[in-house]
C-alpha cells in the first residue's frame, strides 16, 4: 500500500492546527505525498474539489477556520473524496464540542484521536484534560467500536498500541516509540497520513487507516533507537519515513476480531 | 523544582505566536509538562479555567487574538491561577503598545522579554527596533526592578546574562549558549515554560521564574558544544531539556541584592 | 554581498504562511538577518516603515491577511523599500487569482515562484495543481523574461537549476539538493532570504536575488552529504547557511543571455 501511495503522490488538503502545520507537511512529503495546507472559507471547499482528500483537525478552532473545514468537508463529499477528522481535545469547551458535532454530521471517512477523544466522542466518561490522552487505549477500544459502527466511519485509536475497526473488521498496530507522546504534533501528522493513504486507496479506508498505522509504527522503532531524546527523535523519525520499506509494515499490524 | 514541576506535569494554555507554537509546545513536552495553545475568543477564557497556568505572547497580534488574550487573562485571574507576559516587540507599533497597556492592567504574575522590551515598558529609552534587543541586559536592570515594583510581577530580562527580580529579591541566571538568539522563539519558549513553573510553585513566582531560566540557562550550555550551528543547536537544546539533571539547576543561579 | 547582508542584519518583515514561518524565521537568523513575522492589518503597513525590506507570500491566505499584506506593499512602496512577492499556488482558487492581481499591481521588486506559478504568472498554460510544481525551470524561462519585462520586477523561478532575471541580464544558479522540494517551506524561506539581500543591495534587485539563489545553493549542496534524509537535511542546511563561506557563492551562479 506504501508504493501505491507513493506512486499515487496524492494531493492533500490538509485542514491542521498551527502547530502541527509544519511537521505535518514535512511528514507528508517525507512519506511520498503532497500536503497543502488550505483552511480559509474564501477557499477551502473550492480547493477540497481539486485535491486527492482531506483531512480536518480542530486544534485550534476559530469560527472562521469551522467555516473552512465544513465547506471543504461537504466538497469533498460532494465530490467523492474521502475525509479524516482529528477531533483534538473536543470534550474541553463548549465551542469544540459544538464544532465536532456540526462535522461529525458530514460523516468523516476516518476518526482518529487518543483514548480519551475517541471515547468522549462515543459518550463514554473519560479522563482527558488538555490534548493528551488520561485513559489508555484498551479502555477506548469498546466505545470505538461502537463509533465506528454509527457513525460508518473507520475509527482509529492511537497510543502505545493502536487500535483501530471499522465496527467488523479490526486491527492493532504495535511498534512506535515512547517518544512519540513527546513530541508536538505526531499524532496529527498521523491524522494527514491517513488522508494521504485514503486518497490512494478509497476504496477501502480501514486498509488505508491501518496503512498509515503500520507508517508510524514502523518508523518510529526504527527512529528510536539512535535518538538521544524527543528532539533528535523528531527529524530521525521524518528520515525513517522518508526511507521506509513497504515490506516492514505488515509486521506492525495484528488483525483481530471484534 | 524541576522534579516538582515534572512530577505535577502542569496543563499550560499557551497564547504564544505563529512563529513560536510548534517549538515552544517540544520544549514544553521535552521538560515535562503539558502544553495546551488555545487562543481563540471563543473559548480562551473558558480553557483557562481548566488549565493550571496561562502564558501571553503578542509576537503576532491581530484584534481577535487580543480578545482571546484579555478573556484568557481575566478568568485566570479569576481561578486563581498564575499568568505570564510575554510583550513581544511591543514598542514597534500603536497597536501593540494599546495592547500591552490592556494586558498589564489585568496584573500579569511574571513579565519576561529581552532587555529593550522591559526599557521600554519601564518607560525608559531603549534601541529595540524589530523583535531582537538593541539593548544589554545590564542597561535593563535598573528598569525591570522598577517595573517590578510598580506592577507587582515578577519581571525577567533575558540575554547572555539573565536578571530576574520581584523588587526586592534578585538573581542572575549564567549559561545558555551564544547560539540561543540565532534560533527563533527560544524566548517565546521560555515564557511559556515560566508558566510551567509557576503552575508547579504558584506561592513563589519568582522561585518559579528562576527555575525556568535555570533550566534553559543549564540546558543550553549542554547542547552548545556538539552542535554545529544553530540548526543543531535547536533540537540539541531539546534533548537536553528532556535529560536535565534537576542538580545541574543550581549551579546556574547567583543570588544577588537590588 | 553576503558579507555586506550579514553586516547590514537588515530588519526583513515577512508576511509569510503559517506552514514556513518557523523555518524561514531560522534561515534568515542564520544566514545574518533579522526577521519579524508582522502581518495583521492593524499594523502591517506602520511595521513596513520601520522594516528594511517587505516579503509577502500567500501560501495561507485570508482575508485579513490580503488586507496586512497590501497595506505593508503600499508603505514600503511610499518609504522607498524593496518588495519580494511569493504567489504560492495563485493558481489554485478564484480567492488566491484575485489576491495576486492585486499585489502584483503594487509592483513588487522581486517575484519568486516555482515552474508552473511563473507560467500561470505570465499567462502560459502550465501543469500547476498545488503547491507542487509540474513543469521544469527550463520551460518557464520565456515565461519568466516577459514576466520580468512587462512587470519590471526581477523574476526567478526555482527548481532543480533555479533561473532569474530582470528582463535584460539573466542568471541560472547551480548547486542545491534533490532533498529540497522533500522539506516544506524552503522555497518560502527563500523568498525571505531575497527580502534580506533586497534591504542589503537594494540598487540592484537582480543581485540580491541571485546573491539569495547563490545561498541556497550552496548552502543545499553542502547540507546534502552529510543528511539521511528530509529530516536531517533541513536543519543540516540551517547549520550551512550559517557556516556558509562568502567565496563559495559565486560557484554557483552562471550568468547568460537572454
Redesign the interface.
Known amino acids: 500500500m506504501l508504493e501505491r501511495m507513493r506512486h499515487a503522490s496524492p494531493?492533500v488538503q490538509c485542514i491542521t492546527?498551527?502547530?502541527?502545520?509544519?511537521?505535518a507537511?514535512?511528514v507528508l512529503?517525507?512519506a511520498g505525498a503532497?500536503?497543502?495546507?488550505?483552511?480559509?472559507p474564501?477557499?477551502a471547499g473550492?480547493?477540497a474539489r481539486?485535491?486527492d482528500a482531506l483531512t480536518v483537525n480542530i486544534?485550534?478552532?476559530?469560527?472562521?477556520w469551522l467555516e473552512g473545514m465544513l465547506a471543504a468537508a461537504r466538497a469533498a463529499n460532494e465530490a467523492g473524496k474521502p475525509w479524516v477528522l482529528d477531533p483534538v481535545?473536543h470534550f474541553?469547551?463548549?465551542?469544540?464540542r459544538r464544532a465536532v458535532q456540526q462535522l461529525l454530521a458530514l460523516q468523516p471517512g476516518i476518526i482518529r484521536g487518543n483514548a480519551s477523544e475517541i471515547m468522549a466522542l462515543a459518550g463514554v466518561a473519560s479522563a482527558g484534560?488538555?490534548?493528551?490522552a488520561g485513559d489508555s487505549v484498551q479502555q477506548a477500544e469498546a466505545a470505538a467500536t461502537r463509533l465506528a459502527q454509527s457513525t460508518g466511519a473507520v475509527v482509529a485509536v492511537t497510543g502505545a498500541v493502536d487500535f483501530v475497526t471499522d465496527g467488523s473488521n479490526a486491527a492493532r498496530i504495535h511498534g512506535g516509540s515512547a517518544l512519540m507522546?513527546?513530541?508536538?504534533?505526531m499524532g496529527c501528522a498521523l491524522t494527514c497520513l491517513m488522508g494521504a493513504f485514503a486518497a490512494a486507496i478509497p476504496e477501502n479506508l480501514f486498509l488505508a487507516t491501518v496503512s498509515a498505522l503500520a507508517c508510524f509504527g514502523a518508523a518510529g522503532a526504527q527512529a528510536e533507537p539512535a535518538a538521544?531524546?524527543?528532539?533528535?527523535f523528531?527529524?530521525?523519525?521524518?528520515?525513517?519515513?522518508?526511507?521506509l520499506d513497504a515490506a516492514a509494515l505488515a509486521a506492525q499490524v495484528e488483525q483481530i476480531s471484534v
Open positions: 494531493l492546527n498551527f502547530v502541527a502545520m509544519n511537521y507537511a514535512n512529503l517525507a503532497s500536503p497543502a495546507m488550505v483552511h480559509a474564501e477557499e473550492e480547493f481539486l485535491a486544534g485550534t478552532l476559530s469560527t472562521d481535545a474541553a469547551t463548549g465551542f469544540r484534560r488538555g490534548v493528551d507522546p513527546r513530541v508536538t504534533a538521544d531524546g524527543p528532539g533528535s523528531a527529524w530521525r523519525f521524518v528520515d525513517a519515513l522518508a526511507a
